[in-house]
């Protein structure tokens, strides 16, 4: 019996250590981004949607994130989950290709038609990511970000509204909880974005 426990909690450690091994191999990062209640409101509306990185740090993690997460080559994996829970690996990304993809799944969320060619539209909305970082302090993950949407007509700046915000959790297992806290302040973020208010004001 003694003999058999051993055996059970030596397997147990071993099977431990190599799921801790394969989460900190990985060269990705996951974002699993919750879109919100489907809107009609903006139906039949088009736009051409753009990406502007305004960061003036534009390093994504800290020095001490880099070491928790050595393996990581910048390289992003997208998880859009719907208001029903059922969810869709969508790709890997770099930064601003997971912006794009992220925007793009909330406007089209809300009724609009993202136009591939600016050409095809009048309007277009600019995403200005002012601040993206992830650190570490007194062992939590620490992830801040602001960005600021601006609604254009005919190469006129018709509505602005800025989002920022933070979020932090504990260190616990690497990785993981980087990727939690990763999914948790973008789906905050983007879905604080009130399309439907720029679209009123820009009226």
Known sequence: MVICK???TAALAMFMTTLIIACASKPF???QYQLPPSSTALTGE?????????????????????KA???FNGTYSLVVL????SGNLIGAYDLNSLWKEIFKQRLINEGLTVSASKDSTNASLEIQIKEFKLDIVDRKWVLQMSYQAGLSGNNTTLAKESV???AERLKVMGKSDAE???GELVTDMVNKLDVAQLYRQAQ
């Open 69 to 71: 997460l050595k393996n």
């Open 180 to 182: 939690k806290i990763l």
């Open 164 to 166: 920022n915000g933070s």
């Open 82 to 85: 719907r208001d029903d829970g």
């Open 46 to 66: 088009r736009l051409f949607l753009h990406i502007s990185d305004q960061r003036i740090d534009n390093t994504v993690l800290s020095s001490n994130a880099k």
């Open 6 to 8: 051993r055996l059970v």
């Open 29 to 31: 990062l996951k974002v």
